[in-house]
């Protein structure tokens, strides 16, 4: 069987779930995928700083596949610290290489510091 196994606990129902925090997406697409992934994942509080094209976005709810229908409403945000200001402890992702001198951790390692 696939899918999500609606069987285990919502960890997110009890107020436990991390946030995703999307900034200057570029395209609708990605905000979709991204909700997609997180509702596959357990995952429901999404918020998005300046997205280009704008929010709402009919690509977004095209590619989430319902996902976005079923998720609390996005938060939209005009800056990060903004998106982030109720946020205790906050990890960032990135595919582009960048020149900051901050922590550096492995997923593996970031996740046995989440837990």
Do not use: F
């Amino acid at each position: 069987m696939t899918g999500t196994d609606r069987t285990k606990p919502n960890l997110a129902a009890a107020g436990n779930s991390p946030l995703v925090v999307l900034v200057d997406p570029q395209m609708g697409e990605n905000i979709g995928a991204a909700a997609r992934a997180m509702l596959n994942c357990g995952l429901d509080g999404l918020r998005i700083v300046n997205p280009r094209d704008g929010w709402p976005n009919e690509r977004a709810d095209a590619m989430s596949a319902g996902a976005l229908e079923i998720m609390p409403p996005v938060e939209v945000y005009d800056s990060t610290e903004a998106a982030l200001a109720d946020c205790h402890y906050v990890v960032a992702t990135t595919a582009r290489a960048r020149g900051m001198v901050k922590p550096v951790l492995t997923p593996r390692a970031a996740g046995a510091e989440l837990a």
